[in-house]
């Protein structure tokens, strides 16, 4: 199968898409927006995208596509801790660093470390936490270091020589894989967290207790939610449509009548899947 | 007064900056939280973070640091349109460009025009589309072009050669204004697109049905929401916090007696004004 992912080549994306798809060609884009068209016009079976607090993408944007595009559904979720690791060439001399490139929140989200261990290197700004570790390994010769992932490590053969340089141990970023079929993915060798649904939603008019009105649909039946995200669709208007996750797996005829319940309230539902989240590897 | 805002210089943060605060003193900051803690120790009066679609941060960060810091209220929230122009040296001999500089997302939202009309000029991602411009700016003898905006081609002396190169007219970026104190902020020269407020709600457990409760507080009311967003309090369990926005003024006891009837339900809101929301150019 070819997989898309959002590049480039060793983003925290490709972390995320190398451990959910080991064995199939994964194929970088330049943005989520072409993510979703490979996936859209077939040239990829699948991709993977940023759903929440990537340092990559703005995620939003992800959500946008999704209600843009009712054909493309969700087959997975995955949640990464995010780690930043400091890394060097070979050749370097480490008491001689002289220069530390990286993504400018990946260097903010470092800030204590670097701060404390090398205050007077000058820290300097690249376009991703990539880019940076393939810039340094193309100047051996000069003593800089990268803040990046174990993935660009092993891409440009760089040595890490501090690991989980990041400042605050609780931040993680969601990545969901996206597809037109109704693949049933699974896989066996990463920790399975649970089960969840992906629910876009519309309503009929800006009218107050709308949303209220939804979650009751829920509410009674005890389908607990465990994220919503109201997304406006124009500027200054008040047309919004949601984003809800719904816990657990669906199997019994209680979860779709919920559904069918939306429909007759004239809610406009479009049902991305009922799907498996799993924990992915820092 | 002193203002932060999320840098750097030129940064799309500091164009709405100076937009709200035209004649006073603004202080870049390299990331989200810095800008609280300038606030949060008094070093400066307010900070201007984005809060939503941003191409400079990650703006759930905004979210987590309005939940951390209780003593941080929002003052004013502001909607500005992403616009990017192309823009060179005056140099510059515009036949003969030769490489177009920018943010990876600022490339990727103006891609169709520059594929359609600088389809052979390599594309170089840059930190920000600030600095993008600034490299422009310093290299006169080459024929570079930058993807940024208005304030980076003043700032820098750039000349416009092409305006709203960028794919969407509807993409915008929402900014707030963040205080301990309760400056009554207002703006007599931006036009004002409403009232609303913001809240911080964090449920006393985890159980289905305690968001709906929640919003049936507001839904009899007449109380309609703009906006809402649940974020994660720690990875994988389910701990969670909601930002939301109620639209208009709050003159009435009735919008407080809300507020009131959410804390007898052992519900904990943390009310982050009511504000004014403006209009700004791009």
Avoid at 48 to 76: F, H, Q, R, W
Avoid at 188 to 214: F, R, Y
Wanted: hydrophobic share 40%; proline share 4%; charged share 20%.
């Amino acid at each position: 199968m070819k997989i898309a992912f959002l590049g480039p080549h060793a983003s925290f994306t490709q972390l995320a898409a190398a451990q959910l798809f080991p064995d199939e060609e994964l194929l970088p884009q330049v943005n989520i927006l072409d993510c979703f068209i490979a996936v859209e016009n077939g040239s990829v079976d699948m991709a993977v995208v940023p759903l929440e607090n990537s340092i990559e993408g703005t995620v939003s944007m992800t959500l946008d596509y999704l209600y843009k595009t009712p054909d493309i559904k969700i087959m997975a979720e995955a949640v990464m801790p995010i780690a930043h690791h400091l890394m060097v060439h070979p050749h370097c001399v480490v008491e001689k660093i002289e220069k530390i490139y990286s993504h400018p929140q990946a260097l903010a989200q470092s800030f204590h470390f670097l701060d404390t261990n090398y205050r007077n290197v000058i820290k300097q700004d690249y376009s991703s936490t990539a880019a940076a570790a393939k810039h340094v390994s193309e100047n051996p010769d000069r003593n800089l270091a990268a803040v990046a992932n174990t993935f660009a490590a092993n891409l440009y053969n760089l040595k890490i020589i501090e690991r989980n340089i990041q400042d605050f141990e609780q931040n993680h970023t969601r990545f969901i894989v996206i597809s037109k079929q109704s693949h049933d993915y699974s896989h066996k060798n990463l920790t399975l967290l649970g089960k969840k649904s992906g629910l876009l939603i519309t309503l009929p008019e800006d009218h107050a207790g709308g949303l209220h009105q939804v979650l009751s649909v829920f509410a009674w039946r005890k389908m607990n939610l465990s994220k919503i995200e109201s997304r406006t669709l124009k500027t200054g208007l008040g047309k919004y449509f949601f984003f809800i996750n719904v816990v657990g797996k669906w199997e019994s005829t209680v979860q779709y009548n919920a559904l069918e319940e939306l429909k007759t309230l004239q809610i406009k539902v479009d049902f991305l899947g009922n799907y498996s989240e799993f924990l992915l590897n820092s």
